[in-house]
């Protein structure tokens, strides 16, 4: 058997770590060795404590992983692959593009901590990375669409990896969630991934037929139209002049590939056959629902106004008048498919445009309850259930987490490559 040590980095509640658990098999074993979760300017950390709770109290260090790395950075144990949903608040979609702050944002900025790990453990450095974002990583900043994402590239393939992306809504290949990010994989410098990388003479080989992610998640076209560039310059440069002369258009698709700086980018389009998990089988019986989650008759016009389309005059606070329009969003929410995006906004009984709702079978609407959001992340049932950890705590870190059977769809293609022969 093959163990692979695994080191999980922003590891909230252990997604990560379920995930691969769930993808080992008798040939592969993945093997979490370490992991680190600390939220800022928080006092309770809830997360962690989770962690720490599912896991073993030594699971886990609860402390800024900056301070550790800059301090402490003997207790973070060698390993083979560092995984981590590095935060993405300043690429979320819940603010504008243009306010979003990218690798100069207070969060964006620890992706520097992965590259200091990475650069740190020098020969002892991890042979895999398996990273998760928003999609919007790959376009944002709004005036150098794509700058980041160049960046975070060119640092890693300075490091010695060759780099592999896709974005992947988990609702196309059967999942209960339509969650749309982009998951990264890095391959260090010798090992049997990179030289077969390096082999190619037609990269876009990798993306459509020999990567782990077209394994993980096939597409449609074998050979889709691609485009090659290169990254140059230092990280400095990069920042100051990336897609500079077309702002408003990121060169990276929705899937490729780097080694040495050497991009092959393409659209891809997923194909799946299988099963498809819906929003309704998730759902607990309406008699086992607390009365608290469901919307008073009273409230429900509140709800309809906010969950509906509109187009009004509205006036700024210095007198200037404008309109401000939106489309309606699905009330109550469609059982027979996947759910929408959970957000961290999910949780309290006040109305929302975003929150979920459901009408049960006597006709009444009702918001989710944590068991249910659990489920659409493919998390075990309870698994953010603690003392002390309050229903919108847990709706909350539901928000900030990943679909877990996507993260074990990828552990299982990628133990395929690292016990191939």
């Given amino acids: 058997?093959?163990?692979?040590?695994?080191?999980?980095?922003?590891?909230?509640?252990?997604?990560?770590?379920?995930?691969?658990?769930?993808?080992?098999?008798?040939?592969?074993?993945?093997?979490?060795?370490?992991?680190?979760?600390?939220?800022?300017?928080?006092?309770?950390?809830?997360?962690?404590?989770?962690?720490?709770?599912?896991?073993?109290?030594?699971?886990?260090?609860?402390?800024?992983?900056?301070?550790?790395?800059?301090?402490?950075?003997?207790?973070?144990?060698?390993?083979?692959?560092?995984?981590?949903?590095?935060?993405?608040?300043?690429?979320?979609?819940?603010?504008t593009l243009m306010r979003s702050k990218g690798l100069v944002g207070k969060k964006g900025v620890l992706f520097w901590s992965i590259y200091n790990i990475l650069k740190l453990k020098g020969d002892k450095a991890p042979d895999y990375l398996f990273l998760e974002n928003v999609d919007r990583l790959l376009k944002s900043p709004a005036k150098q669409r794509g700058k980041d994402f160049a960046v975070m590239l060119s640092a890693l393939s300075d490091l010695g990896y060759a780099i592999e992306w896709r974005v992947v809504n988990a609702a196309d290949y059967g999942f209960p969630q339509r969650r749309r990010r982009v998951f990264i994989l890095g391959y260090k410098k010798g090992t049997k991934a990179y030289e077969q990388i390096k082999k190619l003479e037609n990269k876009v080989d990798w993306i459509t037929k020999k990567g782990v992610f077209v394994d993980a998640f096939p597409i449609e076209a074998e050979q889709p139209m691609h485009k090659e560039f290169i990254i140059e310059g230092s990280q400095v440069e990069i920042t100051n002049?990336?897609?500079?002369?077309?702002?408003?258009?990121?060169?990276?698709?929705?899937?490729?590939?780097?080694?040495?700086?050497?991009?092959?980018?393409?659209?891809?389009?997923?194909?799946?056959?299988?099963?498809?998990?819906?929003?309704?089988?998730?759902?607990?019986?309406?008699?086992?629902?607390?009365?608290?989650?469901?919307?008073?008759?009273?409230?429900?016009?509140?709800?309809?106004?906010?969950?509906?389309?509109?187009k009004e005059e509205r006036k700024t606070a210095d007198g200037h008048v404008y309109y401000y329009s939106e489309g309606a969003?699905?009330?109550?929410?469609?059982?027979?498919?996947?759910?929408?995006?959970?957000?961290?906004?999910?949780?309290?009984?006040?109305?929302?445009?975003?929150?979920?709702?459901?009408?049960?079978?006597?006709?009444?609407?009702?918001?989710?309850?944590?068991?249910?959001?659990?489920?659409?992340?493919?998390?075990?049932?309870?698994?953010?259930?603690?003392?002390?950890?309050?229903?919108?705590?847990r709706a909350f870190i539901a928000g900030n987490a990943l679909v877990v059977g996507a993260i074990q769809k990828v552990g299982e293609s990628l133990s395929k490559k690292l016990t191939a022969r």
Avoid at 331 to 337: Q, T
Wanted: net charge negative.
């Fill in 241 to 310: 002049n990336f897609s500079s002369n077309k702002p408003t258009l990121s060169p990276f698709d929705n899937a490729g590939v780097m080694l040495d700086r050497e991009v092959t980018t393409a659209h891809v389009l997923p194909s799946y056959d299988g099963p498809y998990k819906t929003l309704g089988d998730v759902l607990i019986d309406e008699k086992d629902v607390p009365e608290e989650f469901f919307i008073p008759e009273a409230k429900l016009k509140e709800w309809q106004y906010l969950k509906g389309a509109k």
């Fill in 1 to 95: 058997m093959k163990k692979i040590k695994v080191v999980e980095l922003f590891a909230g509640v252990g997604g990560f770590r379920i995930g691969l658990d769930g993808a080992s098999s008798d040939k592969c074993k993945y093997e979490t060795v370490w992991a680190s979760q600390w939220e800022p300017s928080t006092v309770k950390q809830h997360a962690a404590e989770i962690y720490a709770a599912r896991f073993g109290e030594d699971s886990v260090s609860n402390e800024n992983i900056e301070t550790v790395i800059e301090k402490k950075f003997d207790t973070i144990p060698d390993h083979n692959l560092l995984v981590g949903g590095f935060p993405c608040q300043d690429y979320s979609v819940a603010s």
């Fill in 329 to 393: 969003m699905t009330f109550p929410d469609a059982v027979d498919r996947a759910s929408r995006t959970i957000i961290t906004g999910e949780g309290g009984a006040g109305a929302s445009r975003f929150k979920h709702v459901v009408k049960t079978p006597s006709g009444r609407y009702r918001r989710l309850v944590p068991l249910e959001l659990e489920r659409l992340d493919m998390f075990p049932d309870n698994h953010t259930k603690l003392d002390g950890v309050s229903d919108g705590k």
